[in-house]
Each structure stands twice: as structure tokens, then as C-alpha cells.
């Protein structure tokens, strides 16, 4: 994904994000079942980092900010990684906690 190309004008650009996230699900996506979500990732793809960089300040992002589609998008990733979010999200809470 261009980042500069989808920062410059997000309403607009919102096709190249949208094909970024389209892509980056499906090659890192290795093993999932419709209960659980992705259950293994490709160790080449790191599914954490995208989404800290690229799908939750999407999903934070006050209402009508962002392109509908790419809202669309940032939901279907984390019900999609769910697993590997929740991973994320329990090591953080651990961090605190210590």
C-alpha cells in the first residue's frame, strides 16, 4: 500500500487500502474455521504490526472519518484475526498488570 498516496487524500484513495487489507488477509491467512477465525498465520506476515499501524486507528476513528468501506474492512480484519488480536491484547493487559 502507498501510505502517502492513501494519507494525502483518505477519501478519495480509500481503493488502495482497501486492496492492501484484501491482500494481507488472504496471504496471511494459513488455517481458519468460521467459529474461531484464523487459527494459523504465515510466520512472514506479521498480522500484529499490520493491524497496530494500519486497522485500529480505523476502528477508533470518530464516525464519518473514515471511508464506510474501509470501516467495513477494519471490522471484517479484527472479527478475522480475532485470535491473534486477543493474543495481543492479553499480553498488554499482562504488561500492565506487572
Do not use: C
Not at 3 to 26: C, G, H, M, R
Not at 57 to 83: C, E, M, W
Not at 84 to 96: G, I, K, N
Amino acid at each position: 500500500m502507498d501510505e502517502q498516496q492513501y494519507a494525502s487524500n483518505p477519501q478519495t484513495n480509500w481503493k488502495s487500502k482497501d486492496t492492501a487489507i484484501f491482500l494481507l488477509t488472504s496471504i496471511a491467512t494459513r488455517g481458519s474455521t468460521s467459529q474461531q477465525g484464523v487459527t494459523s498465520t504465515n510466520a512472514l506476515v506479521d498480522v500484529i504490526k499490520f493491524f497496530s499501524e494500519h486497522i485500529l486507528a480505523d476502528l477508533q476513528a470518530a464516525s464519518g472519518s473514515v471511508h464506510p468501506i474501509i470501516q467495513a474492512d477494519a471490522i471484517k480484519f479484527l472479527y478475522t484475526f480475532r485470535n491473534q488480536v486477543r493474543l495481543l491484547h492479553s499480553s498488554d493487559r499482562r504488561r500492565r498488570q506487572s
